[in-house]
């Protein structure tokens, strides 16, 4: 069976794209998996960063799942790179929650589609950036995530309130809490504020945050406007190392073991503090336990 990652964040501009095509391109390339990777943002992104234009496809995520009379293996892609297949999404992808909210299932969609396409390694989901209908979907469908961190306040928050959202998944066997895996720092800088907030993540998800941060990096930019990879545009850059032994982590942890409901990782439950000025970042973070 696959193993089926959520790339999650409920904050916008943590590379939640960046780190699914990576890491979707380093597994079927450097480990000869077969990877799916499943566009689930109106952004388009996943599919514009392997270039392609999204706002000229009509077979996207949103009608695989809606349409679940058709196989959803209709609905997939092949990329230029060998192992790697691609469901894409566009801005109607948005209109999801509206056309399916009156379906009492329609949290499940997504998992039931997985359930009917088989042959993969890995799936990984591209997360929008906000909790609702389609999040709930990924949170369904997937048994761990990984969770990009942009080294500030907001994403820290961003990363909180995702913990408290896996604690309060409806307890029911039809909805295991996926793994939180990884916590991966994003668009690192090296300031004070940068470092208090790697140091909250590492006090809070001891081992389970991803060792080298990845830095802001210019060649990222430029290969996403190219849509390429880093290996393609930049392959000696620190981002194309950092992002191979980031994959090479994911690869080497294994499928994780179902949670229960309403669980989250060593139960750990947290919250941001109020925003600190960076003379007195150490104190930014998340709440106390209890």
């Known amino acids: 069976m696959a193993r089926r990652i959520g790339i999650v964040n409920e904050k916008g501009g943590s590379c939640k794209t960046t780190l699914t095509v990576h890491l979707g391109a380093h597994l ?39 349409d679940e009379e058709r196989n959803p293996g209709l609905f997939v892609r092949r990329t230029r790179f060998e192992g790697l297949d691609v469901i894409l999404s566009n801005k109607s992808i948005a209109l999801f929650p509206t056309v399916a909210a009156a379906d009492p299932e329609r949290h499940f969609r997504l998992r039931r589609c997985l359930d009917r396409l088989p042959g993969y390694d890995f799936v990984l989901m591209d997360a929008p950036a906000n909790f609702g209908t389609t999040m709930l979907n ?32 409806p307890a029911s066997p039809g909805f295991p809490a996926p793994a939180l895996r990884l916590i991966v720092p994003t668009l690192y800088r090296p300031t004070r504020l940068a470092d208090a907030v790697v140091e909250r993540l590492n006090a809070h998800f001891p081992g389970r945050v991803h060792e080298e941060p990845l830095r802001y990096d210019v060649k990222m930019e430029e290969a996403q406007s190219h849509g390429k990879t880093i290996w ?34 060593q139960g750990s439950r947290v919250a941001a503090a109020p925003v600190a000025p960076a003379h007195r970042a150490s104190r930014l973070g998340f709440g106390r336990e209890g």
């Open 232 to 265: 393609e545009y930049a392959a000696p850059s620190r981002s194309a190392r950092m992002l191979a032994a980031l994959g090479d982590r994911v690869f080497a942890l294994g499928p994780a073991m179902e949670q229960p409901a309403g669980a989250t990782a």
């Open 28 to 66: 079927a390339t450097r480990r000869s998996a077969r990877v799916l990777l499943i566009d689930l943002d109106p952004q388009g992104h996943l599919g514009k960063t392997l270039g392609y234009d999204v706002s000229a496809y009509t077979r996207t995520t949103l009608e695989m799942l809606l």
């Open 138 to 169: 990924i949170l369904a469908a997937a048994q761990e995530l990984i969770v990009p961190v942009n080294a500030s306040f907001l994403a820290l928050d961003g990363c909180a309130e995702l913990v408290k959202t896996l604690s309060g998944l």
